[in-house]
């Protein structure tokens, strides 16, 4: 946050109470401190992919697939010594750190297809699965420079390392997959689909989850049903059912100590995390129907999908019991919460000429979230930033919701002094029922949805068609959305929090939503 100034009593010069370094603001820095700091980053990134294809028979296709995504980062954050208000550093201090992460996937799949009659084909596949995610940070700090001008990390008087576990873990995951495919007539498919996996996040007394997949799609003009036309150039209606999950963090289930230095000075530990040997992933079931359409030869794309899901075991983080002798948070699998909505799409080319093409596609997605079932009576806080500005979980409002004591009224005193404050009545972690009673014991009410409720695009490229210069032969030109692209949000109440939440576009615009790889 850069804070300015909010009235003339903080004008530099003026002498009044508000003309302080930090300008009349209680949080916040202002916009001079943030010229002193020197913030450096740089990142190497490399990927990796190989694709090897076997056919031993013309029913028989083998496939493996191998990749790696690896990432090197060097970053730094420098505070001289001297006048920097609001960062709480006034000796100067310096923050170093190298995270590295590695991504290695593979992937062996076997498909076998068959004509079982000329109206009839079958597709049969399976295949294994192979995911690994590793991130390590070192990092390092050194407080208090002697003199303006130092900018090391060894010259500061307090030197300290860190490389917290909770930033060095390595994930793995192992699936295994099957799948049938059925084509009639090239027009109708159904498709049937089992996937299991297996984490090492997963609870010690949990092993193995299982997420089974249908879905059917229908092109209707490949049907025969009716002729195409110039207004209706393909339809096609499809749903599907299928099962999802979202696994663990690393170290989530597991019970873990710190370092610590005990009364004597001799080294010793100290508990961190109780872990939880049940815990296992969320479980998604989702139903979606829609379909796709095009009109005008093609010429306008139509996509609409309605959608459900349903979550069970959701994965929170609550307070540990203060009799297990571990401070903090613990995550357990409590709860169910649905999201729903619509999606629609409409992609068109109303400029479609010989030396020139313009597209535009414009977007909708609409969702709405609820927690149905906590598992406990008390409302569960979120950690982290969430905490902070009173997010909670409770039963019967979306996820991440705010929840605070509302003023309704007050008596000012003086300037800067006020008495007689009166809040808004109703039930506690509830709902308000436009009474006013005094704060002192009035109850937290429901403030806000911290996720929007839809979110649109509108975007366009103009383009030249390859092969039909403009400009007599010379380099082709490209002027990629040409359009502002834009979005409209609704329902976000605390939009300036918008990234501490979730908060996704078409086709992923689902709140929390947790998908596991199907089969393909």
Same mark, same amino acid.
């Given at each position: 946050?850069?804070?300015?100034?909010?009235?003339?009593?903080?004008?530099?010069?003026?002498?009044?109470?508000?003309?302080?370094?930090?300008?009349?603001?209680?949080?916040?820095?202002?916009?001079?401190?943030?010229?002193?700091?020197?913030?450096?980053?740089?990142?190497?990134?490399?990927?990796?992919?190989?694709?090897?294809?076997?056919?031993?028979?013309?029913?028989?296709?083998?496939?493996?697939?191998?990749?790696?995504?690896?990432?090197?980062?060097?970053?730094?954050?420098?505070?001289?010594?001297?006048?920097?208000?609001?960062?709480?550093?006034?000796?100067?201090?310096?923050?170093?750190?190298?995270?590295?992460?590695?991504?290695?996937?593979?992937?062996?799949?076997?498909?076998?297809?068959?004509?079982?009659?000329?109206?009839?084909?079958?597709?049969?596949?399976?295949?294994?699965?192979?995911?690994?995610?590793?991130?390590?940070?070192?990092?390092?700090?050194?407080?208090?420079?002697?003199?303006?001008?130092?900018?090391?990390?060894?010259?500061?008087?307090?030197?300290?390392?860190?490389?917290?576990?909770?930033?060095?873990?390595?994930?793995?995951?192992?699936?295994?997959?099957?799948?049938?495919?059925?084509?009639?007539?090239?027009?109708?498919?159904?498709?049937?689909?089992?996937?299991?996996?297996?984490?090492?996040?997963?609870?010690?007394?949990?092993?193995?989850?299982?997420?089974?997949?249908?879905?059917?799609?229908?092109?209707?003009?490949?049907?025969?049903?009716?002729?195409?036309?110039?207004?209706?150039?393909?339809?096609?209606?499809?749903?599907?059912?299928?099962?999802?999950?979202?696994?663990?963090?690393?170290?989530?289930?597991?019970?873990?100590?710190?370092?610590?230095?005990?009364?004597?000075?001799?080294?010793?530990?100290?508990?961190?995390?109780?872990?939880?040997?049940?815990?296992?992933?969320?479980?998604?079931?989702?139903?979606?129907?829609?379909?796709?359409?095009?009109?005008?030869?093609?010429?306008?794309?139509?996509?609409?999908?309605?959608?459900?899901?349903?979550?069970?075991?959701?994965?929170?983080?609550?307070?540990?019991?203060?009799?297990?002798?571990?401070?903090?948070?613990?995550?357990?699998?409590?709860?169910?919460?649905?999201?729903?909505?619509?999606?629609?799409?409409?992609?068109?080319?109303?400029?479609? $000429?010989?030396?020139? %093409?313009? !597209? =535009? /596609?414009?977007?909708?997605? &609409?969702?709405?979230? #609820?927690?149905?079932?906590?598992?406990?009576?008390?409302?569960?806080?979120?950690?982290?930033?969430?905490?902070?500005?009173?997010?909670?979980?409770?039963?019967?409002?979306?996820?991440?919701?705010?929840?605070?004591?509302?003023?309704?009224?007050?008596?000012?005193?003086?300037?800067?002094?006020?008495?007689?404050?009166?809040?808004?009545?109703?039930?506690?972690?509830?709902?308000?029922?436009?009474?006013?009673?005094?704060?002192?014991?009035?109850?937290?009410?429901?403030?806000?949805?911290?996720?929007?409720?839809?979110?649109?695009?509108?975007?366009?490229?103009?383009?030249?068609?390859?092969?039909?210069?403009?400009?007599?032969?010379?380099?082709?030109?490209?002027?990629?959305?040409?359009?502002?692209?834009?979005?409209?949000? $609704?329902?976000?109440? %605390?939009? !300036? =929090? /918008?990234?501490?939440?979730? &908060?996704?576009?078409? #086709?992923?615009?689902?709140?929390?939503?947790?998908?596991?790889?199907?089969?393909?």
């Amino acid at each position: 946050m850069v804070r300015g100034c909010p009235n003339n009593s903080c004008r530099e010069g003026t002498g009044l109470a508000g003309d302080e370094p930090g300008r009349g603001y209680l949080a916040g820095v202002t916009a001079e401190a943030f010229k002193e700091i020197e913030g450096l980053d740089n990142i190497d990134r490399g990927r990796l992919g190989l694709t090897f294809t076997h056919t031993p028979t013309r029913w028989l296709t083998h496939r493996l697939t191998l990749g790696g995504d690896f990432t090197n980062n060097e970053s730094s954050d420098y505070f001289p010594r001297g006048s920097n208000a609001g960062f709480g550093f006034p000796q100067g201090i310096k923050f170093v750190a190298n995270d590295q992460s590695a991504f290695v996937t593979a992937d062996y799949s076997a498909t076998g297809t068959a004509n079982l009659s000329k109206r009839l084909a079958v597709q049969s596949s399976a295949g294994v699965q192979y995911y690994r995610k590793k991130y390590t940070e070192i990092s390092g700090q050194g407080e208090g420079f002697p003199i303006r001008g130092v900018n090391t990390v060894s010259g500061g008087g307090l030197r300290q390392g860190f490389e917290d576990p909770n930033f060095n873990f390595e994930n793995k995951t192992v699936g295994l997959y099957g799948q049938e495919q059925l084509a009639w007539d090239n027009s109708l498919f159904l498709t049937g689909a089992l996937r299991g996996d297996d984490n090492s996040a997963f609870g010690v007394n949990y092993n193995f989850v299982v997420y089974p997949k249908i879905s059917a799609a229908w092109v209707v003009t490949d049907a025969g049903l009716f002729r195409r036309s110039n207004l209706l150039s393909t339809l096609k209606l499809r749903a599907a059912w299928g099962s999802a999950g979202q696994q663990p963090n690393s170290f989530a289930a597991v019970q873990t100590y710190g370092p610590s230095v005990g009364g004597s000075g001799t080294p010793t530990v100290t508990p961190l995390n109780v872990g939880n040997p049940d815990l296992k992933p969320e479980v998604t079931r989702e139903i979606e129907a829609g379909f796709d359409a095009s009109l005008l030869r093609d010429r306008v794309t139509l996509e609409a999908t309605y959608y459900k899901k349903v979550t069970r075991d959701g994965i929170f983080s609550a307070l540990s019991s203060p009799s297990s002798g571990f401070p903090g948070n613990r995550f357990i699998n409590i709860g169910r919460f649905t999201n729903h909505g619509f999606e629609f799409a409409v992609d068109g080319s109303p400029i479609d $000429r010989e030396r020139l %093409r313009l !597209h =535009l /596609r414009a977007t909708l997605a &609409t969702n709405k979230n #609820r927690i149905d079932v906590l598992g406990q009576d008390t409302p569960i806080p979120n950690t982290g930033v969430g905490q902070l500005v009173g997010a909670y979980n409770v039963a019967g409002f979306p996820m991440g919701s705010f929840f605070f004591q509302k003023v309704v009224s007050a008596t000012l005193v003086a300037p800067g002094q006020v008495s007689n404050v009166m809040c808004e009545g109703g039930t506690n972690f509830g709902k308000g029922d436009g009474s006013a009673v005094p704060c002192a014991g009035a109850p937290f009410i429901y403030s806000g949805n911290p996720t929007p409720t839809w979110l649109s695009s509108l975007s366009g490229d103009i383009s030249r068609i390859p092969g039909r210069p403009l400009d007599g032969g010379r380099q082709p030109w490209r002027c990629p959305h040409f359009l502002q692209r834009f979005q409209g949000r $609704r329902g976000a109440d %605390r939009p !300036h =929090l /918008r990234g501490l939440f979730p &908060t996704r576009g078409v #086709r992923s615009h689902r709140a929390h939503e947790g998908r596991v790889r199907q089969a393909p």
